[in-house]
Nanobody, 126 residues
Framework: VQLVESGGGLVQSGGSLRLSCQAS????????MGWFRQAPGKEREEVAC????????YYADSAKGRFTIFSDNAKNTVYLQMNSLKPEDTAVYYC????????????????????WGQGTQVTVSS
């Protein structure tokens, strides 16, 4: 599986961005997809994850109420809609995937994901 992210950029505090991640291959519905981020000097952390087969989602506390993860299985694409962005959201955002049929939940830890995109920079200015 190859993952290609897009949609990052520079935005002012309070603004919005939508990240996209397109996956190659077939059987997209048999994957869990996640968005992770890594700020300079910090470890990579989970942001939001989704099971493609039933739409179950997980959000980190930092993302709840501001970010929405959703997928379009027909386009093999997962999105991260980010609203009310803050300077502390500045990071490289990575898309990741792991194969499996996940009902009622989704893997969350970075170590559980097997495939990673190249990352896209999100910078939020104050």
């Amino acid at each position: 599986v190859q993952l290609v992210e897009s949609g990052g950029g520079l935005v002012q505090s309070g603004g919005s961005l939508r990240l996209s991640c397109q996956a190659s291959g077939s059987n997209f519905e048999y994957y869990a997809m996640g968005w992770f981020r890594q700020a300079p000097g910090k470890e990579r952390e989970e942001v939001a994850c989704i099971s493609s087969i039933d739409g179950s989602t997980y959000y980190a506390d930092s993302a709840k109420g501001r970010f929405t993860i959703f997928s379009d299985n027909a386009k093999n694409t997962v999105y991260l809609q980010m609203n009310s962005l803050k300077p502390e959201d500045t990071a490289v955002y990575y898309c990741a995937a792991v194969s499996g049929s996940y009902y009622g939940g989704t893997p969350v830890a970075t170590a559980e994901y097997d495939y990673w995109g190249q990352g896209t920079q999100v910078t939020v200015s104050s």
